[in-house]
């Protein structure tokens, strides 16, 4: 059974910085690609950031230069490290993953809150 643990969430000041981490365990099969998503109160969840296998990154609009997500393949953890934080990124992170087989398992973590706040 895979499991996604999140970490790294916690309440910081606009303009600060923190990094989430999530690792994947219990599972053997490859994984493809992985994500952060983020849910607000009242909002749908939206993607945050993804990579693929090869390290191919994309990013949400609102967050290009400031948000960097990366991937160590031989851990399966994936980072993302934020910056220049503002009030509209309080939201709860997910993390996901998808694996390198038939039916492409997709796998979310629990979620680690984010509050940017004065």
């Known amino acids: 059974q895979v499991q996604l643990m999140e970490s790294g969430g916690g309440l910081v000041q606009p303009g600060g910085s923190l990094k989430l981490s999530c690792a994947a365990s219990?599972?053997?099969?490859?994984?493809?690609?992985m994500a952060w998503y983020r849910q607000a109160p009242g909002k749908e969840r939206e993607l945050v950031a993804a990579?693929?296998?090869?390290?191919?990154?994309n990013y949400a609009d609102s967050v290009k230069g400031r948000f960097t997500i990366s991937r160590d393949n031989a851990r399966n953890t994936v980072y993302l490290q934020m910056n220049s934080l503002k009030p509209d990124d309080t939201a709860v992170y997910f993390c996901y993953a998808d694996l390198f087989d038939h039916d492409r398992s997709r796998y979310w973590g629990q979620g680690t809150q984010v509050t940017v706040s004065s």
């Open positions: 219990g599972s053997h099969v490859a994984i493809n690609g």
């Open positions: 990579i693929t296998s090869g390290s191919r990154t």
